[in-house]
Nanobody, 115 residues
């Protein structure tokens, strides 16, 4: 069973920064993708950023250079550095891990941007 454990969410003021982390318990296939999605109240879950094991990057259109995804494969960990946070970034952020046999989600971590 693959488990994803997220950390790093919290309350931050507009313009502030946060760094999310997600540890994946088991990685069987070397070809895989790790990333982040988010869901705000009343909205659909949307892509924030993903990075594959071969380096392919995808970012949501709203990111506009403010967020950076990275991976530490030795630690089975994916990070999301979020800068210049805005109130509209408030959401539950979910870690996602996928390989050819399945897709796995973390439990989510709340990010609230408010003064």
């Amino acid at each position: 069973q693959v488990q994803l454990v997220e950390s790093g969410g919290g309350l931050v003021q507009p313009g502030g920064t946060l760094r999310l982390s997600c540890v994946v318990s088991r990685i069987i296939f070397s070809i895989n993708s790790m990333g982040w999605y988010r869901q705000a109240p009343g909205k659909q879950r949307e892509l924030v950023a993903t990075k594959s094991s071969i380096g392919t990057l995808n970012y949501g259109d709203f990111v506009k250079g403010r967020f950076t995804i990275s991976r530490d494969n030795a630690k089975n960990t994916v990070y999301l550095q979020m800068n210049d946070l805005k109130p509209e970034d408030t959401a539950v952020y979910y870690c996602r891990f996928s390989h050819r046999l399945g897709v796995y989600w973390g439990q989510g971590t709340q990010v609230t941007v408010s003064s």
